[in-house]
């Protein structure tokens, strides 16, 4: 093995990270070699040096500050998305009231939107009247049925995505 | 006591109690890699701070708990890569030249000089160009084998060895006893 190939290896050496057939030649060419043996014995007093280097002890409390760091950037993001929202809204109902009062397409739309509420409505008091002349009344039963499980679903759906907006909120437990 | 897994698991779950005992378990370990890399207790304290945060926001994301170590190893580094390349300099070095890195052997106490060798050793460390100190403060200050040093800094494993050798190397000739200095012991 020539001195450049076993110079070139001998930080693997020292760190114990070659292969057995490479590590016994090296180990033979360092007896034969006073030169690379100094070598090897210079990058070994250098590794010795790094490795006893001190370290100080981390005396601040990191969870601490970790964790009040945490809660402030959350309150920072609430805010920052509740100023969004109530930009977008305002913009929004701002651009709803224009559409309805000053043009004639808003009057359109306001006319149509009335009367399919009204449709709305007689359809519905249209199957209330059909259900209560039914003599076996089903259809009031999946009406209600259908009604209460409509308004149970939007409740917990509304609570899960306030739940999952509460940026602010307490921590996990 | 709990292991480590477990720890892992529970904070994955949320649990505040398991992050707090996994900050006060692996401060320490952070706070080395940053501490080597930096030179700077207060920007390794920072560091530090830092890198939990980030580990608190993605300790889901973590598939494999015992690789926890190495995956802290990676955030702390990318952070103190950041920061160094952030401030656009060097870390501080009380010392203004290479030269005067050299290790004197003159003075009248041993222990004044093994003070002297350890503060030489250290600036000498950051004096060595970032990705060799990253490398070195892996590997012989907190231990992590070659692969994952490879893992860590997203480089090949031939790359880490070339490095390791390299900064070994630098490190060796800024520390080596001047010529004048030798003479003068004979």
Redesign the interface.
């Known amino acids: 093995m020539l001195c450049h190939d076993v110079r070139e290896n001998l930080s693997v050496f020292l760190d114990d990270e070659l292969p057995n057939d490479l590590r016994d030649s090296i180990v033979k060419h360092l007896k034969q070699c006073p030169e690379c043996l100094a070598e090897k014995e210079r990058l070994s007093r250098v590794t010795g040096l790094v490795r006893t280097l001190e370290i100080p002890p981390l005396e601040s409390d990191v969870f601490s500050y970790v964790m009040a760091s945490i809660k402030q950037k959350d309150i920072d993001k609430s805010y920052h998305v509740f100023s969004v929202m109530l930009g977008l809204f305002s913009i929004l109902a701002g651009g709803v009231v224009t559409l309805v009062y000053f043009s004639p397409l808003g009057q359109a739309i306001l006319a149509l939107f009335g009367s399919t509420v009204k449709n709305i409505i007689d359809v519905g008091s249209l199957i209330f009247k059909i259900s209560s002349r039914s003599t076996v009344g089903i259809q009031g039963w999946s009406i209600s049925l259908t009604l209460f499980f409509g308004f149970l679903l939007s409740y917990y759906g509304l609570r899960k995505v306030l739940n999952n907006t509460n940026l602010g909120g307490p921590l996990h437990e | 006591m709990s292991t480590l897994q477990e720890i892992i698991r529970a904070c994955q779950h ?4 398991a ?2 005992q996994l ?2 378990q692996y ?2 370990y952070a ?2 890699i940053a ?2 890399i930096l030179g700077s ?1 207060r920007d ?2 920072d560091t ?2 830092e890198a ?2 980030a580990v ?2 993605q300790i889901k994301s973590l598939r494999n708990e015992e690789a926890f170590p190495t995956w802290l190893g990676k955030i702390v580094t990318n952070l103190c890569f950041r920061k160094v390349q952030n401030s656009g300099k060097r870390p501080t070095v009380p010392l203004d030249s290479i030269e005067d890195l050299r290790i004197s052997n003159t003075g009248p106490e041993e222990a004044y000089l093994a003070l002297e ?2 503060q030489d ?2 600036n000498a ?1 950051l004096n060595l160009p970032l990705d060799y100190r990253v490398v ?1 403060v892996l ?3 907190q231990g992590y ?2 692969s994952e040093i490879a893992d860590i800094a997203g480089i090949p494993l031939g790359t880490v ?1 070339s490095r ?2 390299q900064a ?2 630098l ?2 000739d800024l ?2 006893p001047t010529r004048n200095e030798e003479e003068g012991e004979r």
């Open positions: 949320g649990s505040t109690e992050f707090e900050v006060r401060q320490q706070f080395k501490y080597g207790d390794a304290e530090v701070q939990f945060i608190y926001r060798l350890k050793v250290h460390l070195v590997r012989d200050i084998s070659y060895k390791i050798h070994r190397t490190l060796a520390l080596q």
